[in-house]
Structure formats: C-alpha cells, structure tokens
C-alpha cells in the first residue's frame, strides 16, 4: 500500500464507502422499485415475471384506480387533513413550547407533567374513551377526529415539546435584543424564535404529516364512507368482491400516494439543511 | 439631552438581593463606566436601566422621567450585547433597520439612517452580508451600528469588547470613544478590563456585592480611593497594604486612626538598605519588556510587588523601598481612607 498518495486512499475510502451503502441499502429500496414496476404489470404478470421492467406497460392501471373507487376524491382528503393537521400541529407546538420554554407562569410545572404522563398512555387504552366521546360529539363518519386527535393527542405533544428544547436552546440575548428593539413578545416568538427554529419546525412538519398520511386506525374506526375514506382506508379497498386484493391497483394507488412523501421530504430537508448554517450567535 | 437617575434601587431574584441599594446620577454626555469583580451585579444594574429586568424597589428616572414601568424600546436606550444578539437570519441592513422597522419608520428613512451609521462605522460594503459571514470586529461594528440607528439618548454596553482578540480590542476601544465624543451621548458601559475603564470613563463607578463602593473620575480613584477595596481593584498590579506597625517609625503624614497603609507597585522605588521607610529581600523579578515586576519579601513575611524600571538586582538582594510621602494611602481599621 506504501505506493498510494493521501489523495488516492480517500478515492479508495470513497469508493469502499459507497458500495457497501449501496449493498446496505438494497433491501430498503428493492420493495420500493418492485412496487413502482408492478403498478405497471398487469395482475398475472406481477406473480409471473420477477423482472423488474414491466413486459408490457400497464398505462390503464393508473385510469382505472381512479374508477373503482373515488380515488382522487380520497386522494384529496388525505390531502387536506395532513395539511390541516400538519399547519395546526405546526402553530400549536411552537406556541405551546414557546410559553413552556420562556414564560414564567403559575402550573407551568404541572402543566408540562400532566402533559408528559399523557404520553406514558398508549393509544389503546384512549381510543375507548375517544371514541365515545367523538360520537357524543355526532362526528362519526367526519374528518374531525383525524384533524383534532393528532392535533391535540400524543403526537401534538411530542411536537411541542421538541419545540420546547429547541426554544430553549435559542440564545437569550437575541430575544432580548428584540425586545430593546421594539418588540412584544408575540413579536419576538414570530420575527425572531420561529424565524430561527426553522429546523425544528421542518422536522415537526415531516413528522406530523407522514403520521397523519399513514394514519390507518382512526379512519378505520371512525370513517365508513366510502367517499370520506383516507388513503390508507382505500389502499386497503382495491379488492375483488371475494376480498382478494387486486395488486396491481393497489401497488399503482400505492405508487401514487407516496409522491407527496416524498415531495414534503425534499422541501423540509432543505429547509434543515439551510438553517443549519444560519443557526447560532456566532459562526 | 438626557441625564439619568438611579434612587434607592434595589433587585431580588427570588430572596436573593443582586443590587442592594444603588444611588447614582449619570449627567447628560457623560461617559459612565461600571467596574466590580465577577457576579458583583453589573449586568443586572445595566439591565434594569434597559428595562430587561423588573426595578424590584427604588425610582429610575431617564430624563425627567420615572421608567420603573416602562417597556424597554420607549426608554430611549439602546444596549450592545456581550454576545452581539444578532439576528441570524438577517443581513446586516436589515439587522440594523430592524428597530425601525418595528417601530414603523418608513423605508426611505430606514434606508437613509442604516446608511448613515454604516457609513460612520465603515459597515457600507458589508450590508448585504449575513452575521454569519463577519469576522468578530466586524459584528461588534454591526451591533453598534444597530444601536446608533435608532438615535437613542442613552447607550448601554454590556462588556461589548471582551470576545475580541486583544488588538481589536484596543482598536475597538478608541472607536468607542471617538463615537462618544462624535455623538456626545450618555453612555453606562460594563466592563472587567481595567484599561478599558481608566481610559473610556469620565466617570467610573465601582461595584462590590450590588453597593456602590466609590463613584469617581478615573484619577480620583486611582489616586485617592475612598477604601480599601477600591484601592485593591482599581489599578495593575494591585496595591500593596501593610500594617501600619510593620513599618519602624512613623510615616510622613499618618493620621492617627491609620491602621493600614497602602502603596502602589508603581510608587516604590529601590533604594540601598535601611534608607527606604521598610526594608526587603527580593524573591524573584518577572521581566515584562518595559519593566520588570519584583516580588519582594518584607521582614514581616509579607510579600509586596513593586514595578521597577531598568535593571533588576538578582533574587535574594537586600534592598530598601522607598516612596514619595504623597504617594502613601491611609486606611482606618474599618477599610475606609484615612485622612
Ligand atoms: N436571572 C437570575 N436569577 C437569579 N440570580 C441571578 C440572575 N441573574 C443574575 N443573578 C445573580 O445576580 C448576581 C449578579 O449577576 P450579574 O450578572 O449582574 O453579575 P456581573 O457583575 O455582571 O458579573 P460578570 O462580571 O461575571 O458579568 C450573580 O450572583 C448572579 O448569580
Ligand atoms: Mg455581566
């Protein structure tokens, strides 16, 4: 090895590097590939042929998801409760955190431990009570409950208190300098504490929303419409009458409900990213 | 312009009392500097005129008005952070125009007043810059920038110069005080550097444990300190105290409640043994480049400092120290100057 330059082990390092990624990384994208190709097959061809290119384009699989069943109207709803969960999530926590992390007020202890120990209770054991309480509400077969249970449920406290720990992080004297600088403290929660926490919120936002486009129990319980159906609900509904899944809908109805995944993914990523180098006092 | 009132203030964090008592007034331009060792509560005395802490007891006037209650950016200050607090996710223009913003001036004459202070601060060509992308002096620059925009009357500076490397430092340091002299306003600043102090001060105002110890000109306290503890802090090296009966015979000008007397490194002079009003063997001599600094051993077994210009005797030479009896400090058993 006395022959190689500093330069050249790095590309060596490099390259070993990769491909031991690339091998590590097979079985998580093999099922997505085998996905993506068998939305394109026809229904006997997805057990007959392992290749991974379709024999014969199935262009008809991705029309005829949106016939069986009203697909895009589901798409939509999907759609709108995660935004929806995702928008509120998103300006409870940080508020929520933000008065747990900086303000001083009377039960601000007791307040954060009741909230803790609502976490320590599995899903579960509330989904009993939630219920009866969402049907004395007469909110059976609305989207209610998939907005407000995750909004103010554990994942809803989860977030703030991740936004809470980063609000703490922030450095005092920039709050303080908004303050000498005119600022209520409104003003320093919106033009100085969010604008900073930027990384958080985008972590908050890929959380909540993945949660909520996967949320399969509560629309299962509380959903029977077929048109109010969530996409998981739905995913779940391309079967013949005899409740034989039809795999090559479903995997083409798949193929299209991970686009937004991947869409709010690369958004919140970037923003990360980007903040990341503004973050801190000094550099 | 404006003068400042500090009555009777007092600060509690829960049932421990910081500030205990502050009486001061700051007169309209001067150059006020705090000085006090560590946790001494500076800061919190800067940041209650600020109005970032609440006035637990006591009346603070700004002008002719009590600002016990009033929010921070109506008081007419302006306070440059330790740590500089600025924003990150704005260019330097817009950190600076962002008091203005708030406060709703138009944008021409944002545009115009950013300008200007980047112009006297020599920020023109970093404008569109992030914080991120300055060097320390030049952020120090910005958040004065930021301060002088908003054309407040009374600027506060919380230890601005103490993250900077000690040249800039120095640079910085003559800044400020051409700033002062340009803009002629009241200005309270913090700092632990004593040079800092003596140099930008009209008038310096020493702190132990939340009292004011002794409020002066640099040359008063360092001439005539009114205690023992001010005597002590103020100046480098310290000053040498004795007990007066270490001393053989009695001092030109003792007064008679004198129990301690105090000289200055700086003040002793070497002389041959048995001429000097003590006498000494010196234990090592530290070469600093303008002079050396002598440890020196008295016959009591205290250990004295004297600065000593030109060639140091070696270790273990007996010698005499001598001072001119106008440069003897007398200090009564309670701490206080005698005389
Ligand atoms: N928010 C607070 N709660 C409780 N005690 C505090 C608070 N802020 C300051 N103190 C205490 O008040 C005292 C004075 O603090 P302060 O920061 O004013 O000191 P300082 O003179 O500025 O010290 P330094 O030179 O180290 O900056 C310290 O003992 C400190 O522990
Ligand atoms: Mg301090």
Redesign the interface.
Known sequence: MGGLTQKQLRIVNQVCWTLALAVAAIPFVFPFLWMISSGFKSASEIFGSPSLVPREWQWRNFVDVFTYQPFARQYFNSLYIALTVTALTLVISSLAGYALARLRFAGAGLISLFLVSALMVPEEVTMIPNFFLIKWAGLIDTHWPLIMLPVFGPQGIMATFLMRQYFLALPRELEEAGKMDGLSRFGVWWRIALPMSRPALAAVAIITFLNSWNLFLEPLIFISSLEKFTLPLALSNFTDPYGTPLWHLQLAATTLAVLPILIVYLIAQRQIIESFALSGVKG | MTSLTLAGIRKRFGKVDVIRGVDLRVADGEFVVFVGPSGCGKSTLLRMI???EDISEGELRIGDRIVNEV????RG???V?????????LTVRDNMG??LK??GVPPHERRQRVEAAAATLKLDALLQR?????SGGQ?QRVAIG?AIV?EPDVFLFDEPLS?LDAELRVHMRSEIASLHKRLGNTMIYVTHDQIEAMTLADKIVVLRDGQVEQVGTPRQLYERPGNLFVAQFIGSPKMNILPIEAVAGKLPGQPKTASLVGVRPEDLELTEPGSGFVDARILISEYTGASSLLHVQLPSGQVFLVAHDGEAPPADTSVGLAVEPGRLHFFADSGRRAD
């Open positions: 600020a109005g970032l929010q921070p950016a109506k200050v302006a306070m952070f330790q740590s500089y607090a600025l924003y990150p996710h962002f008091g708030v406060r992030f914080p991120r992308e300055l952020r930021r908003g993250n």
